[in-house]
């Protein structure tokens, strides 16, 4: 009987043992996973990729341009009796600015008129003589040596006449200038000159400067590769027409957008040898004159239109050792699947893929650091609406050239 006695407290905790797990499932705990079950799919979150179609557009850096500057030098000699302008107003075409001592020019404006009024008289004495003496000389009663020199005479006086006129358009024109007048429209920065100075004509020295600030150009740079780029595609038929394709909109300084939209203008022709860029101008409206030359700026001009464009999250791609853009999909038998990408450009948020996924791929965006290619998952929907709305939204976005790429999976 001693061997019995040595197995009762071996079965007296297997009994204990199978009375708990019995008072566990009465209460309704699940009891304990049996050693050696396969775990469950982790979930991921997708994003199913729809093609749409997509304006694109470039951002550029540019430097604000006046449309006109006008810088103001003396067209005749002589001491600034006034200045009729206040520094940095605004003053209109045809304004008085400056008012050089008109009374030398007026002194010259006299004698010309009185020079003038000899010629007339002179003609009409010489004039009469000449008349005279072609009558006698059919009679033969003056020689005709005698009527070439009244003839000459008559036309001597008309050259005189001719002579004083001119002086007394000339005069007219130096007194005229002797009031210094705004030839454009604009704003007025400081005078160089003060009442009483002596200026002269050709001076090196503007006395002021009147620059128009709306509109307003924009300068732009865009390098020739990218444009070479662009021509290609529209000649291929890659790209459409965008509907607005010479409206451009405008960042300041300070990352705030500009309120007015402008128009591309023209392109240059020519490509600058230095940085091998070619030149856009722009034209904006500037009516808080909030735009002021020399200004740094960003203007996204619009390129075309692309149809059946395949849009990508950009935290869903990663870069490979080589480089080269790398994504994972869910399969049709639910697996990891990974695939190689060809990308454009950015698209906003997104990348621009030309090759790599189709219409339909489920992208895997959320879940990256807990999976392998090979993998079973289960798919469900990306949380994030920005995502899903920046993948399937058939509205227009545009592009940005300095766009950082998408951070490695390994790092989500």
């Given at each position: 009987m001693q061997p019995i006695r040595r197995h009762q407290p071996l079965l007296q905790s297997t009994f204990t043992l199978l009375a708990s797990a019995l008072f566990l499932t009465a209460c309704g705990q699940p009891a304990p996973a049996a050693q050696g079950a396969a775990p469950a799919a982790p979930q991921v979150g997708v994003v199913t990729l729809q093609p749409q179609d997509v304006t694109l557009s470039r951002e550029l850096p540019g430097r604000v341009q006046a449309a006109r500057i006008a810088e103001i030098r003396p067209q005749v000699s002589g001491i600034v009796q006034a200045r009729h302008f206040t520094e940095g107003s605004t003053v209109s075409a045809g304004t008085a600015l400056y008012q050089i001592d008109p009374a030398p020019f007026q002194a010259t404006l006299l004698s010309a008129q009185a020079a003038e009024a000899r010629a007339k008289a002179n003609i009409?004495?010489?004039?009469?003589?000449?008349?005279?003496?072609?009558?006698l000389l059919k009679i033969k009663a003056v020689s005709r040596q005698d009527f070439d020199e009244a003839e000459a005479a008559f036309l001597q006086a008309k050259a005189d006449l001719q002579s004083a006129k001119a002086q007394i358009s000339t005069a007219q024109i130096n007194l005229n200038y002797?009031?210094?007048?705004?030839?454009?429209?604009?704003?007025?920065?400081?005078?160089?000159?003060?009442?009483?100075?002596?200026?002269?004509?050709?001076?090196?020295?503007?006395?002021?400067?009147?620059?128009?600030?709306?509109p307003i150009y924009i300068d732009l740079t865009q390098s020739s590769s990218e444009l070479l780029a662009l021509k290609q595609a529209l000649a291929k038929g890659a790209i459409g027409t965008a509907a607005s394709q010479t409206e451009v909109s405008l960042k300041l300084e300070d990352g705030s957008v500009y309120p007015h939209k402008g128009t591309l203008q023209f392109t240059e022709v020519?490509?600058?040898?230095?940085?091998?860029?070619?030149?856009?101008?722009?034209?904006?409206?500037?009516?808080?004159?909030?735009?002021?030359?020399?200004?740094?700026?960003?203007a996204t001009v619009q390129e075309g239109q692309q149809a059946n464009a395949m849009l990508v999250p950009q935290r869903g791609v990663s870069r490979n050792a080589k480089g080269e853009a790398t994504a994972l999909v869910v399969s049709k038998d639910g697996k990891v699947e990974p695939r190689l990408l060809q990308t454009n450009r950015t698209v906003g948020s997104n990348w621009l893929v030309t090759a790599g996924l189709q219409a339909g791929d489920?992208?895997?965006?959320?879940?990256?650091?807990?999976?392998?290619?090979?993998?079973?998952?289960?798919?469900?929907?990306?949380?994030?609406?920005?995502?899903?709305?920046?993948?399937?939204?058939?509205?227009a976005v545009t592009a940005?050239?300095?766009?950082?790429p998408a951070a490695p999976a390994a790092a989500r």
């Amino acid at each position: 009987m001693q061997p019995i006695r040595r197995h009762q407290p071996l079965l007296q905790s297997t009994f204990t043992l199978l009375a708990s797990a019995l008072f566990l499932t009465a209460c309704g705990q699940p009891a304990p996973a049996a050693q050696g079950a396969a775990p469950a799919a982790p979930q991921v979150g997708v994003v199913t990729l729809q093609p749409q179609d997509v304006t694109l557009s470039r951002e550029l850096p540019g430097r604000v341009q006046a449309a006109r500057i006008a810088e103001i030098r003396p067209q005749v000699s002589g001491i600034v009796q006034a200045r009729h302008f206040t520094e940095g107003s605004t003053v209109s075409a045809g304004t008085a600015l400056y008012q050089i001592d008109p009374a030398p020019f007026q002194a010259t404006l006299l004698s010309a008129q009185a020079a003038e009024a000899r010629a007339k008289a002179n003609i009409a004495s010489t004039q009469a003589k000449a008349e005279r003496y072609r009558e006698l000389l059919k009679i033969k009663a003056v020689s005709r040596q005698d009527f070439d020199e009244a003839e000459a005479a008559f036309l001597q006086a008309k050259a005189d006449l001719q002579s004083a006129k001119a002086q007394i358009s000339t005069a007219q024109i130096n007194l005229n200038y002797s009031k210094v007048l705004a030839p454009i429209s604009g704003q007025i920065g400081k005078s160089s000159v003060t009442t009483g100075a002596l200026v002269s004509t050709g001076q090196s020295q503007a006395l002021a400067t009147v620059t128009q600030l709306d509109p307003i150009y924009i300068d732009l740079t865009q390098s020739s590769s990218e444009l070479l780029a662009l021509k290609q595609a529209l000649a291929k038929g890659a790209i459409g027409t965008a509907a607005s394709q010479t409206e451009v909109s405008l960042k300041l300084e300070d990352g705030s957008v500009y309120p007015h939209k402008g128009t591309l203008q023209f392109t240059e022709v020519t490509v600058n040898p230095d940085t091998g860029s070619v030149t856009l101008r722009a034209s904006f409206p500037n009516p808080d004159q909030l735009l002021l030359p020399g200004m740094y700026v960003r203007a996204t001009v619009q390129e075309g239109q692309q149809a059946n464009a395949m849009l990508v999250p950009q935290r869903g791609v990663s870069r490979n050792a080589k480089g080269e853009a790398t994504a994972l999909v869910v399969s049709k038998d639910g697996k990891v699947e990974p695939r190689l990408l060809q990308t454009n450009r950015t698209v906003g948020s997104n990348w621009l893929v030309t090759a790599g996924l189709q219409a339909g791929d489920q992208l895997i965006v959320e879940g990256l650091q807990k999976i392998r290619p090979g993998a079973v998952v289960q798919a469900v929907p990306a949380t994030s609406t920005e995502v899903s709305s920046s993948a399937v939204s058939s509205s227009a976005v545009t592009a940005s050239k300095g766009s950082a790429p998408a951070a490695p999976a390994a790092a989500r």
